[in-house]
Nanobody
Framework: QVQLVESGGGLVQPGGSLRLSCAAS????????MGWFRQAPGKEREGVSC???????????DSVKDRFAISGDNAGGTNWTVYLQMNNLKSEGTAVYYC??????????????????????WGQGTQVTVSS
């Protein structure tokens, strides 16, 4: 059973930085995709970034490109920690951030990488508040 545990959320001023972590364990295969999603109050959950365990391909939603960076440790093992470095945060970045995972990476080139229905495993979320 895959388990995902997020950490690193908190309160930050506009323009500040935070790094989120997602500790994943229990993968039965060594190829999977992990992603970060967020849900602001009153809004639908949306994709932010994702990464492939096989070739390290990274994907970002346009609104965070050049400000956020996804990375991972020990890709391809049964456990993997994925990070989301968030710089120059804006007030619209206030949301609960969720880590998600699914087996397989080939689908990333033929489907929307941020299709929620493509992810089978979800963390409990971590709150990020951007406010002065």
């Amino acid at each position: 059973q895959v388990q995902l545990v997020e950490s690193g959320g908190g309160l930050v001023q506009p323009g500040g930085s935070l790094r989120l972590s997602c500790a994943a364990s229990g993968f039965g295969l060594n190829y999977y995709t992990m992603g970060w999603f967020r849900q602001a109050p009153g809004k639908e959950r949306e994709g932010v970034s994702c990464i492939s365990s096989t070739d390290g391909s990274k994907y970002y939603v346009d609104s965070v490109k050049d400000r956020f960076a996804i990375s991972g440790d020990n890709a391809g093992g049964t456990n993997w920690t994925v990070y989301l470095q968030m710089n120059n945060l804006k007030s619209e970045g206030t949301a609960v951030y969720y880590c998600a995972a699914t087996y397989g990476t080939g689908w990333l080139t033929i489907k929307n990488p941020f299709d929620l229905s493509s992810y089978d495993f979800w963390g409990q979320g971590t709150q990020v508040t951007v406010s002065s």
